[in-house]
């Protein structure tokens, strides 16, 4: 185990594992030793609990000649109960033992995995959060890893008793009286094949019982988290209308699933209920004695022995729904340790200054539609580059090749002349900020989401960069000042944590910044604000925005129109109105829908 605990701590080491786990094969690996361990006391707590009961039937041969005036051996009475004794010293001993290594196996398997995800998660493209929701990370680390947890824990030690003991009990009996042994699988049987029988379909069953419970926890999230914009827009009938159909249907199948199987399970309870077992093997171990087929005292091993056949059966039951989350579980893992984790490079490069430029550069998310092609671009330090064009026309993918969110099918995207691919990760981040739309803010105090990114900023360095994201006022407004907590008593409008965020990027001091739709939830009086913050992190910075709203940027030093992926017009907001081209029709209509909301001071 001293191995296994090193093999564990192996696993766990950030600087080794460059070469991947196989991911089939290796989740219990490291505690092979362990789940060896805990066959062997399973078996062993098996065989020594069924030793009392052989043991009370020797007793009762050792004594029975008493009653008929014999002489007792009570050298091999005291042996019997000693070896009892000491049977049910091992059994106990075994069990307490097994839980203890499946326990300490568990934690050490747990704490392993979860690691091995957390580090799986480190290297991964920053673009598969993107299509994520913290859901499926936190089933990853919590369902999943507690799915093996039941299986480590108890399923293994649980299933293996449940078959070994009636096993080695029905040997004995074999051994013993075969007729009565025989009757003695009767239940066994008849419970068994009736299990069989209701258990038909039962894995589309379950699958359709997975399915209704996504669904219902789907309607059930979307019905509460969305009540509030539900209710704005009158949708609140249609929403608890989709709650409660698909209550219903989860009921529904509930209720059926129930009633087909409630016969089935109370025939087996009543096949497997020791009242009728007992009778049944009393009527039978009775016919063998009148027949002259047994001795009353043969027919004792059947009772003693025979009782405990049937129980372990509904223990087999729910160990099977742990078996089958188990596995479902590894199977879910097994394909998350598989993604392919963004490459590193081999000698990592400094970036030599802090210009971003696009040289041919395609991209494919699935690796069949194109979304990007050939984009050429530079953005020169200090400037600020605009990116423009309708919806879907791969603005934001742009954008987040920057950022290394993905790479790039085609091409290079390189940062001060270094391809981003060939710098080191912790490098590239301290290089390039981001500011996306969906803000980010942590349930903790404002300053410490504010120096998140740089832990070791001064008190006057926060407040500076919260000035100039026009967010301090803002900020001494609230009782506690920088102190309170997101969330809590700072409670903050989508513009203000936008500016929060901004602050945050000022303070990075990263050279190069990349904002998406940085103004998208901003009211006319906090848009303005934005502005005049995001216009400070240009000072001496390569900045990229995204930009819907197109007064936003008239000021760039350089708007990139793209359509369809493709870059279609260049250059600053004057030339291009002068062009007459795509960017010009899109300014025309712009001014036209947006004239009236545009605020105080915007270049019309
Ligand atoms: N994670 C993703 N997986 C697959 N396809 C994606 C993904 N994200 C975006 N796309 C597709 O890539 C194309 C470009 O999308 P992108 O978000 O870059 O455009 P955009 O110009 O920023 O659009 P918008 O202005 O609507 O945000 C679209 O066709 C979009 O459907």
């Not at 085609?410 to 981040?429: K, N």
Request: proline share 4%; with cysteine.
């Amino acid at each position: 185990m001293a191995q296994e605990a090193s093999r564990l701590r192996d696993q766990d080491d950030d600087t080794a594992p460059h070469a991947p786990h196989p991911p089939h094969t290796s989740f219990f690996a490291p505690v092979r030793g362990s789940l060896a361990a805990i066959i062997g006391l399973s078996l062993l707590g098996a065989v020594t609990s069924v030793v009392p009961f052989v043991a009370v039937v020797e007793l009762a041969r050792a004594v029975l000649p008493a009653l008929s005036g014999g002489a007792v051996d009570p050298g091999r009475v005291w042996a019997i109960v000693a070896v009892a004794a000491a049977a049910l010293f091992v059994s106990f001993g075994a069990a307490w033992l097994s839980g203890m290594v499946s326990h300490v196996a568990d934690a050490g398997l747990q704490h392993s995995l979860r690691r091995r995800i957390v580090r799986h998660l480190q290297r991964l493209p920053l673009g598969w959060f993107d299509a994520r929701s913290s859901g499926t990370v936190r089933k990853l680390v919590e369902n999943d890893v507690v799915a093996l947890h039941q299986l480590v824990a108890h399923a293994i030690h649980d299933v293996l008793t449940a078959i070994a003991v009636p096993v080695i009990s029905l040997v004995y009996l074999f051994a013993m009286q075969w007729q009565l042994a025989l009757a003695a699988m009767v239940p066994l049987l008849l419970a068994t094949v009736a299990y069989v029988l209701m258990m038909r379909g039962g894995a589309e069953k379950y699958a359709r019982y997975d399915e209704a419970t996504a669904r219902l926890s789907g309607a059930t999230v979307e019905f509460v988290h969305g009540i509030a914009v539900v209710k704005r827009f009158g949708q609140l009938g249609r929403s608890h209308r989709r709650y409660e159909e698909r209550k219903d249907h989860y009921v529904g199948f509930v209720d059926e699933w129930t009633r087909a199987t409630a016969v089935g399970f109370t025939i087996i309870e009543l096949l497997a209920s020791p009242v009728v077992v007992l009778v049944w093997l009393l009527a039978v171990g009775v016919s063998l004695v009148a027949g002259g087929a047994a001795a009353p005292i043969d027919v004792l091993p059947g009772l003693l022995l025979g009782l405990g056949l049937t129980a372990p059966l509904m223990k087999l039951g729910a160990s099977a729904q742990f078996l089958r989350n188990a596995t479902k579980a590894q199977q879910s893992l097994a394909a998350f340790l598989a993604l392919a984790p963004m490459p590193r490079p081999s000698t990592p490069q400094a970036p030599d200054g802090h210009g971003v430029a696009f040289a041919d550069v395609g991209f494919s998310y699935d690796g069949e539609h194109r979304v990007l092609h050939d984009i050429v671009a530079e953005c020169r330090p200090g400037t600020v580059t605009a990116l423009v064009g309708p919806s879907g026309s791969g603005k934001s993918t742009l954008a987040r090749l920057a950022a290394r969110f993905y790479d790039a099918t085609e091409g290079s995207v390189t940062i001060g002349g270094t391809d981003t691919r060939e710098i080191a990760a912790g490098e590239l981040y301290r290089t390039v900020g981001f500011v996306f739309q969906d803000v980010q803010l942590l349930r903790a105090s404002l300053r410490d989401n504010l120096r998140l990114t740089r832990p070791d900023a001064t008190d006057a360095e926060i407040e500076q960069a919260a000035r100039t994201a026009q967010i301090h006022d803002r900020i001494m407004r609230f009782d506690r000042g920088y102190d309170a907590v997101v969330g809590e008593d700072a409670n903050l409008s989508g513009g203000e944590e936008q500016r929060v965020t901004i602050a945050r990027a000022l303070l990075t001091d990263a050279p190069v910044l990349v904002l998406d739709e940085a103004t998208a939830f901003a009211d006319p009086d906090s848009e303005a604000a934005i502005q005049r913050a995001l216009s400070a992190l240009a000072t001496d910075r390569t900045v990229l925005v995204v930009a819907h709203r197109l007064h936003t940027v008239v000021r760039a030093d350089q708007i990139v129109v793209l359509d369809g992926g493709r870059v279609v017009e260049r250059g600053t907001h004057a030339d291009l109105v002068a062009a007459g081209g795509r960017f010009a029709r899109m300014w025309a209509d712009y001014q036209e829908n947006h004239a009236r909301a545009l605020p105080e001071g915007t270049a019309r």
